[in-house]
Nanobody, 121 residues
Framework: VQLQASGGGLVQAGGSVRLSCAAS????????MGWFRQAPGKEREFVAA?????YYADSVKGRFSISRDNAKYTVYLQMHSLKPEDTAVYYC??????????????????WGQGTLVTVSS
């Protein structure tokens, strides 16, 4: 399984960015997909996941939206109202199955390479 994330870059506070993650290697629609992020000096944290339902970290609820296009084997993360504290490397990941909320990194078995989002104040 390969995951290729893209769409990161430099954006001003209050701006928007859409991340994409293209998957290959197994039946995309059968697995929950998630986004995590890791800021400098911090641990990797859950951002959002999409399986039968969508789940969001409290810090991004109402600002970020996760979606997927099963025909294109792609998952997206639309980010609005960005804040400097959203600055991080964002990773997409494919979960081990479709079951549950999938908010823990240990529930994912494949990871993309990460894409950097920098939000300037």
């Amino acid at each position: 399984v390969q995951l290729q994330a893209s769409g990161g870059g430099l954006v001003q506070a209050g701006g928007s960015v859409r991340l994409s993650c293209a998957a290959s290697g197994r039946t995309f629609s059968s697995y929950t997909m998630g986004w995590f992020r890791q800021a400098p000096g911090k641990e990797r944290e859950f951002v959002a996941a999409i399986g039968g339902r969508t789940y969001y970290a409290d810090s991004v609820k109402g600002r970020f939206s996760i979606s997927r296009d099963n025909a294109k084997y792609t998952v997206y993360l639309q980010m609005h109202s960005l804040k400097p504290e959203d600055t991080a490397v964002y990773y997409c990941a494919s979960a081990k199955d479709w079951i549950g909320t999938k908010i823990w990194a240990r529930e994912y078995d494949y990871w993309g390479q990460g894409t950097l989002v920098t939000v300037s104040s």
